[in-house]
């Protein structure tokens, strides 16, 4: 059933002004000295404010474009907040950690991941498959959401973009809190190889050259969005779900592959996007205070408790 209410609040709005108010007490409090945070604030507020006037304003009843206004609104914010985090990356140190994320893995692991794949198991084939796939990952998002968009199933997206907000919010805030750079700038010396492919390698490169923020490693939002959007297609277009499966084994391996990410990364962003999409479905039917009988059959399994 879809409420009529232009005023009405779903999970991601609280998310988003959440998150913008949050960063903005914490460049308030932490950030010195302030007035190099003039972007930041002035962007967590304007999102502040942005928010408001599209809840209590723009109706997804009144009309398709309405609705995609409406419901589609936070995912068109995602790089801008992304690029946000570069600004804020040192609110608390003043360095990278990489150092101490580096030691741990090797203790773990008995070799640095990143350089054993160097020196033992690079190749050009490998790295365009591990390219492609991982190249997928700036469809996915906007792909998911249109194609439910187009579905009409307005419910799904609320859901799932509630879990993707979740998972995006928590690992920015884990950025600043444990500033990593990576690989491919933390062992740039120690490469004996460059990593070379034929074409979705140069893609990958330039879309990261041109807009990647040095840092924000830990987590890996790729793999954790993309197992967001895995587990939603598992758990309602199940034939779609498993189509997407091998792309996002080789997104995971294509991040440590290709020297962005250390695996450390991507287990702890596997286990944000999890956690958050588990949270999701447990209590989205709380916090919307909707019962199964408000919702069509999809969206009632949309919500239904695992």
């Keep these: 059933m879809t409420n009529k209410t232009p005023s009405r609040s779903y999970p991601f709005d609280y998310l988003v002004m959440g998150y913008c108010t949050l960063m903005v007490l914490l460049i308030l409090v932490l950030g010195r000295p302030l ?37 589609l609104y ?34 773990l ?31 996915m998002i906007p792909g998911f959401l249109i194609i439910l968009f187009v579905r009409k199933d307005y419910e799904v997206i609320k859901i799932s973009l509630t879990a993707i907000c979740l998972t995006f919010f928590v690992s920015y805030l884990l950025f600043f809190l444990y500033p990593i750079e990576g690989p491919r700038y933390f062992f740039s010396g120690s490469y004996i190889n460059a990593v070379e492919g034929l ?45 997407l499966l091998p792309i996002n084994v080789g997104l995971a391996i294509g991040t440590v592959w290709g020297r962005f990410h250390y695996i450390s990364d991507v287990f702890v962003g596997g286990a944000i996007g999890a956690i958050a999409t588990l949270i999701v479905w447990k209590y989205y039917e709380r916090w919307t205070q909707k019962t199964s009988r408000d919702m069509s059959p999809k969206e009632s399994e949309a919500v239904r408790v695992s």
């Design 109 to 139: 692991f008995g070799v640095n991941l990143t350089l054993f794949i160097d020196q033992h198991l690079l190749n050009v084939w490998a790295t365009e498959i591990f390219s492609l796939t991982y190249f997928c990952y700036y469809f």
């Design 199 to 243: 074409l979705f390698r140069h893609l990958v490169e330039m879309v990261i050259n041109n807009g990647a923020v040095r840092g924000g490693c830990m987590p890996s939002t790729h793999f954790a969005v993309s197992l967001v959007i895995l587990m939603h297609c598992f758990r309602l277009y199940r034939r779609i779900g498993w189509s």
């Design 74 to 107: 936070p995912a068109a914010m995602f790089t801008l907040f992304y690029t946000a985090t570069g600004g804020t990356m040192f609110l608390l140190f003043d360095h990278f950690l990489d150092s101490s994320l580096v030691t741990f893995e090797r203790a």
């Design 35 to 71: 007035g190099e945070y003039f972007w930041e604030l002035a962007f967590y507020i304007g999102t502040v404010v942005l928010a408001f006037v599209i809840r209590r304003y723009v109706d997804e009843t009144r009309g398709r474009l309405h609705a995609f206004v409406r419901l």
